[in-house]
């Protein structure tokens, strides 16, 4: 079986009515990203910082997949599939793929601020001051913030180093390392980038520009892969 690695970003999340962070209207059009995305945010001000991402839970709670996750997922019926995503959603899991790499962590899960080791389920929508990890500390959202280390990244290069054929979709590319993944796809493999907005891209071999929104976009890609490489 031909093995698949897709980076998704906000993006493939948009036509289920999540907001993406770049586009106009997006999340950081709204917010200041240092005050509710960084540890020195999470110092000054942790009812702001808490805030913030229970409003993101509220709006992804209800929140479907739509038939870009579902024909990523539908892929494992014929290829070896790993989804390395930006997103904190849990909307590919939902579509039911099984192998997610979750780069910038996950909405529903809270950490300790003492044991990294230590992280929980978020049942419902709200992480409030008060709510502790078994060592008593407060409980902090689990998300990589921007200063922060990303912990699996090299399980994504890994993954990538091995990958057949490279998807990207939804991501405006602009934030490291994770853009820094196509880096390490062969050159002889093909990369599929999907955005109905294209991000710039400096040039490379067997790479496949699909600009389009990310349900029309798979399923093009889906149709070139079947006849063309399994
Ligand atoms: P961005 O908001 O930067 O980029 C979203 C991309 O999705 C853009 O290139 C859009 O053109 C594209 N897009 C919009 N609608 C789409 C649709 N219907 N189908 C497909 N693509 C569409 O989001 P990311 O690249 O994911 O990190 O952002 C990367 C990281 O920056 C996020 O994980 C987040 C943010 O700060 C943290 O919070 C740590």
């Known amino acids: 079986m031909k093995k698949i690695v897709v980076l998704s970003g906000a993006g493939v999340s948009a036509e289920s ?3 993406t962070f770049r586009d106009s209207g997006g999340l950081w059009d709204g917010y200041n990203v240092m005050d509710v995305a960084s540890p020195e945010g999470w110092t000054k001000d942790r009812e ?8 993101r839970r509220k709006n992804a709670i209800s929140a479907k997949p739509n038939e870009g996750h579902k024909i990523i997922a539908e892929l494992e019926s014929q290829f070896q599939v790993i989804v390395i995503t930006q997103n904190v959603d849990n909307l590919h899991e939902k579509a039911g793929s099984t192998k997610v790499l979750h780069l910038h962590g996950e909405l529903f899960k809270s950490r300790s601020t003492v044991d990294p080791n230590l992280i929980y389920d978020i ?7 008060g709510d502790k990890c ?3 500390s407060q409980l902090r959202p689990h998300i990589v913030w921007f200063g922060e280390m990303v912990p699996m990244m090299d399980v994504a290069v890994e993954e990538t180093l091995s990958a057949d054929i490279f998807i990207v979709i939804g991501t405006s590319l602009q934030v490291y390392p994770a853009a820094g993944l196509l880096e390490y796809v ?17 040039p490379r071999s067997n790479l496949f ?7 029309i976009g798979m399923n093009k890609v889906r149709e070139i892969l079947i006849k063309e490489y399994l």
């Open 17 to 19: 009515g999540i907001k």
């Open 48 to 55: 702001l910082v808490l805030g913030f991402y229970n409003e």
């Open 123 to 129: 049942e419902g929508w709200a992480l409030n001051i």
């Open 134 to 136: 078994d060592k008593g």
């Open 186 to 202: 062969k050159e002889s493999n093909p990369k599929f980038i999907i955005d109905p907005n294209m991000p710039e891209l400096l």
């Open 209 to 215: 520009l699909i600009e389009e929104i990310g349900s």
